[in-house]
């Protein structure tokens, strides 16, 4: 089974008027994934009413920094640099962490979820948020997976942007492995490929940039070669994706050339890992994505590829 799960409320956060990451977003999934011809029931919505607890957001991010976000619910502020918060985004923020520890627990029984979280989360670093993340969804399902018994959890970031404060959270923890592949050079100017972990963590975190212009063959060709090998060594007890589809052509904020179909490709590959390593337990989140008319398409490529 591959639900995917959403909660209106995470259309609540409202950035500003012409910004990017805006409701609008969710949108153009929901209306794709509706299209003709229909989905199997079992891709259709579910609306899950999870909210993030305090204690749930402090297992990464420092709690002065969840009080003081919490603090801010109904209210305008900033989470951080580029992360403004409206009146809903707090409570947006927590419905799509709670949609990220629901499906966590989905995937745990064997399911494969697709969480339509917003805000974005990859950039939020323990101390604060930045890059339009508030809290950061991959580094909570990660923390409550591995409080479920999960003992190694591999995060896969395909996300145009280098999921800066993932690889931060964890950068020292041997039981998560982080993989990026992202533009570079590019916001937010991290994740080189000399960036391998540090500690304990040493040779957890794998970074590949590649340049503006790249293509799907490009990603794949990454996949095969170091992707797949690293997890398989691994042998991770869950999958996470933070799925991101700002790599597409013609993004407004990236510049790489993938398409749909090489997203639902991407997907298919991770799911292969999943069924080999993990008994098909894994778990995608919704990161960015801006072309509103074709970001449906891209999900939809990705849920068909998980059924």
């Given at each position: 089974m591959s639900?995917?799960?959403?909660h ?5 956060h409202d ?6 990451e ?12 509706a299209?003709?011809?229909l989905?199997?029931?079992?891709a ?6 999870r909210?993030?607890?305090a204690?749930?957001?402090s297992r990464?991010?420092?709690r ?12 305008a502020g ?5 992360a403004?918060?409206s009146?809903?985004?707090v409570e ?9 520890l ?10 494969r979820p697709f969480?339509l979280c ?9 101390a604060?948020g930045?890059?339009?993340c508030?809290?950061?969804n991959?580094a909570v399902a990660?923390?409550a997976?591995?409080?479920?018994g999960?003992?190694r959890?591999?995060?896969v970031?395909?996300?145009v942007?280098?999921?800066?404060g993932?690889?931060?959270i ?10 990026s592949?992202h533009?570079s050079?590019l ?6 490929a000399s960036?391998?972990g540090a500690?304990?963590g040493?040779?957890a975190?794998r970074n590949v ?7 799907g ?9 170091v992707?797949?090998?690293?997890a ?6 869950l999958?996470?994706?933070s799925a991101g589809f700002?790599?597409?052509q ?8 993938l398409?749909?179909a090489?997203y639902?490709r ?12 993990c ?7 919704l990161?960015?994505?801006y072309?509103?008319?074709?970001l ?10 998980l059924?």
């Amino acid at each position: 089974m591959s639900p995917v799960l959403y909660h209106p409320a995470c259309r609540l956060h409202d950035p500003g008027r012409d910004h990017a990451e805006c409701p609008e977003r969710l949108d153009a999934i929901l209306d794709a994934l509706a299209a003709p011809p229909l989905l199997p029931s079992g891709a259709q919505p579910i609306i899950t009413d999870r909210r993030a607890t305090a204690a749930e957001l402090s297992r990464v991010h420092t709690r002065p920094y969840v009080t003081r976000v919490l603090s801010l619910e109904g209210r305008a502020g900033r989470a951080g640099p580029e992360a403004p918060l409206s009146p809903g985004s707090v409570e947006a923020a927590c419905r799509a962490a709670g949609l990220a520890l629901d499906g966590v627990e989905r995937a745990m029984r064997g399911e494969r979820p697709f969480a339509l979280c917003r805000p974005p989360g990859h950039h939020a670093r323990a101390a604060g948020g930045m890059g339009f993340c508030v809290f950061n969804n991959a580094a909570v399902a990660a923390a409550a997976a591995r409080a479920a018994g999960a003992e190694r959890v591999l995060i896969v970031d395909w996300d145009v942007h280098h999921g800066n404060g993932t690889q931060e959270i964890f950068y020292s923890d041997p039981a998560v492995s982080f993989f990026s592949i992202h533009q570079s050079p590019l916001y937010p100017d991290s994740g080189h490929a000399s960036e391998r972990g540090a500690g304990a963590g040493l040779g957890a975190t794998r970074n590949v940039p590649l340049p503006s212009g790249s293509d799907g063959a490009d990603y794949l060709r990454a996949f095969r070669e170091v992707l797949i090998p690293d997890a398989e060594a691994f042998s991770p007890d869950l999958i996470l994706v933070s799925a991101g589809f700002d790599a597409h052509q013609g993004d407004p904020l990236g510049g790489m050339w993938l398409t749909a179909a090489d997203y639902g490709r991407l997907c298919a590959e991770v799911r292969g890992i999943a069924d080999r390593r993990c008994g098909g337990r894994m778990l995608l989140l919704l990161e960015g994505g801006y072309r509103l008319d074709t970001l449906g398409a891209c999900a939809r490529a990705c849920v068909e590829a998980l059924r």
